[in-house]
């Protein structure tokens, strides 16, 4: 069914359209409850990763979805004013400030609860994550101890993490004075563009700030294809379609931050490219490459990511808007095909990591849940006539 661009003729459709607006809310009130009561966020503060549905257990606390949690449950506070909200926040940035920082002020990557244990490598790309939240949990409560923590992880980022044409190194880990790994996240890659936001959040606190996300984009310029797509690491053909996202998303904020149309106008490449690889059904793929082109396996994270590149860049992609609307309504319906509807309360509401191989990983995702309550929200917002690009650049998560 294909749906209206919002402000179009609606003539006759005003009672499916509030139908639709009742059934996603109703949906994205169950990811909220999630959040909030199934045990992903530990009483401590922490997030876990994600729920193993076979286990029935969580693997480990992960960094950089304390940082994702902390930017979500301040999006929602900003928005309803809920002061549990601000309160689950503040008890995981205390947390990770208590828990997870090295010596040199890098937060550490893992932390297994049921041993005490962490795993203390250190990634730049998990740092800004947090830093960002910590940035904007200290502007909300006005305690300086968040922003003390954001500079000295900024300032390690900085000084141990960046190279000289731009890039930061990915992945450090302590124990071996060894950089990099095996996989795209381990190495440097065009996903590296978000850590500008971070970066642009401590201008005009940390010397260099801005000129280190200019030069930082500027690389990551180079690994754009004519087409829009980006490849994930140097050296590579193929595209993560996740971290491309990543790519799209942190040269929008920084071109606009900047001033810069060239990242901008990146970045909205980028967005289109994504139009081009959706599935009838929806979704837009896990990885591409040019010769095997698209797999056949889906990344919730990344269709999260996609429906909100679209609604951010709608505005200036009118000369198509019913195909363009049509497109954000595959998506978000399946988006929440992904949902798990099972009874266990620990998974009820939240959202499957991915499809592998035809099949649901029963992995409940942390991240992939974070994200779609931002993408279902803002959907809900641009359905209603109420949603600001800038505003939503602003809150990005």
Known sequence: ??????????????????????????????????????????????????YDMTTGGYPFVYTEMIGHGISTLLYLYEREGDRALLDRGIRAGDWLLDNVVSEDGAFVWKYYLEHGEQDRAQYAFDNSVCISALVDLSRIVGRKR????????????????????????????????????????????????KIGISLLKLAGIVDGMEDRARRLCEWVL???????????????????????????????YTGRKVSEPRFSEAAHEASKWLRTIQKPGGAVGRWYGPEDWLSIDDNTEALAQAVRLWLIYGGQDRAEPNVLGSQI??????????????????????????????????????????????????????????????LALEELI
């Open 222 to 252: 180079n690994l754009q294809e004519s087409d829009g797509r980006f490849r994930t690491n140097p050296g590579s053909r193929n595209t993560y379609v996740h971290a491309h996202c990543y790519a799209a998303e942190g040269l929008l």
């Open 146 to 193: 968040y922003l003390d923590a954001a500079i000295r992880a900024g300032e390690w980022l900085l000084n141990w993490m960046g190279e000289s044409n731009g890039l930061f190194k990915a992945r450090y880990d302590p124990e071996t004075g060894s950089f990099g790994g095996s996989r795209w996240s381990c190495n440097p890659g065009s996903y590296q563009s």
């Open 1 to 50: 069914m294909d749906y209206e661009w919002i402000g179009l003729d609606m003539s006759g459709a005003e009672t499916l359209l509030q139908g639709r607006l009742e059934y996603v809310k109703e949906r994205l009130d169950l990811i909220i409850n999630w959040l909030l009561s199934s045990g992903i966020q530990g009483a401590p503060g922490y997030f876990h990763c994600w």
């Open 329 to 390: 309504e595959r998506a978000v319906d399946r988006l929440l095909s992904l949902q798990c509807l099972d009874n266990d309360p620990r998974a009820y509401g939240g959202l499957h990591y991915a499809v592998l191989d035809g099949n649901l990983v029963p992995h409940i995702n942390c991240c992939a849940s974070l994200f779609a309550i931002q993408a279902l929200q803002m959907y809900l917002d641009w359905r209603k006539g109420l949603f600001s690009s800038e």
